[in-house]
């Protein structure tokens, strides 16, 4: 890999791959703190422990780094991990997916562009590239439901769902997460997500058009809908932080 590096301060600096989704997914964490929602006051507070599920080259965990924040990272992509071990040398990372499967590895794609390396999913859909590395290794989620954390950013291209159906994420005050619509499209399941966030955490900021699609929607998917919210993120809090 041919790497370019990136200053964010006098004493953290990011590897990347120039002309790749990288520098856009550093560009969107750091400099456009996708990862806060002021309306809520939704922020990654100094001294705080993260779960980074998807953390891909870790520009979360540099955005963490940044804040005064710890992580620990799972990203099941070998290219992406050993980048990632560059960006957070100080987390504690584990080169594993996370998902509701017990299988020791699972097959994987990739997304349709060669310079995107932020898309490699589990979830099978439409004409996706095998990823280069054939099947990944996973983890079933269960393993980290004895541990706590003050918040999980969750990015997992559309395996996130399986784990709040069964509610198999570990103990946080704090969940940041994108929902990808764009590998599960059905309203039903949505809804039922949202209201399960919405029994887990007291405060859940999403977009305002998931409740239309939802309300308009009845037992079907987007497919054919007015739907312009694809793979957003959504915010959950306990009120008391």
């Not at 990944?136 to 395996?159: C, P, T, W, Y």
Request: hydrophobic content about 35%; glycine content about 6%; some cysteine.
């Amino acid at each position: 890999m041919n790497l370019v590096t990136r200053s964010f301060s006098p004493d953290v600096i990011a590897y990347f791959r120039a002309g790749t989704s990288d520098a856009f997914v550093l560009d969107e964490v750091i400099e456009n703190r996708i990862y806060r929602r002021k309306k809520i006051d939704f922020d990654v507070n100094p001294k705080e422990r993260w779960l980074d599920l998807g953390a891909n080259i870790g520009a979360f965990a540099l955005y963490c780094r940044l804040r005064g924040a710890s992580t620990v990272c799972f990203e099941p992509d070998p290219d992406c991990f050993e980048i990632l071990k560059l960006n957070a040398p100080s987390s504690e990372l584990r080169p594993f997916a996370v998902t509701a499967s017990y299988d020791e590895s699972l097959p994987f794609w990739k997304g349709k562009l060669s310079n995107n390396f932020s898309k490699a999913t589990s979830i099978k859909s439409g004409n996706l590239p095998k990823h280069p590395s054939g099947s990944l290794r996973n983890l079933h989620a269960s393993v980290l439901q004895d541990r706590v954390f003050d918040g999980i950013k969750m990015d997992i291209e559309g395996s996130e769902g399986e784990l709040i159906d069964q509610w198999l994420l570990p103990k946080c005050n704090k969940l940041v997460m994108e929902y990808h619509s764009s590998r599960d499209k059905s309203i039903p399941n949505l809804k039922r997500r949202l209201e399960i966030l919405k029994e887990r955490f007291g405060v859940v900021s999403y977009p305002p058009e998931y409740d239309r699609i939802i309300s308009e929607g009845g037992n079907s998917s987007y497919e054919g809908s007015q739907l312009t919210y694809f793979d957003r993120m959504i915010f959950c809090k306990d009120p008391r932080c």
